[in-house]
């Protein structure tokens, strides 16, 4: 499937969302973030992990920049505000079930 055929939805300026079809319990999804853009709340897993691939730009967390090629895990109970500079598009997945 081609993923930029995927309807995007807005999260927030600059930050848009391709929903893609996944498995029970895996929330399968592609993010493009605009220059200059910002998550806009901390991004919180309480009960199940995340997970992306950085697959062009560079994605920010915290102090680390994360460019092409990078995979970044969080596992339950953790948060984070992901930013970007320059422009970034990731891959990544949520769990809704313990894996």
Known sequence: MDVNEVTPMELGPGIDVRMLPGMPGIRTWVIDLAPGAEWPDLDVHDTYGEAYFVVSGELI???RTH?????????????HRPR????????GFNYDVIP
């Open 84 to 91: 970007t500079e320059t422009g970034v598009r990731a891959f």
């Open 61 to 63: 967390e915290g102090d």
């Open 67 to 79: 460019g092409p090629g990078t995979y970044v895990a969080f596992g339950p109970k953790t948060s």
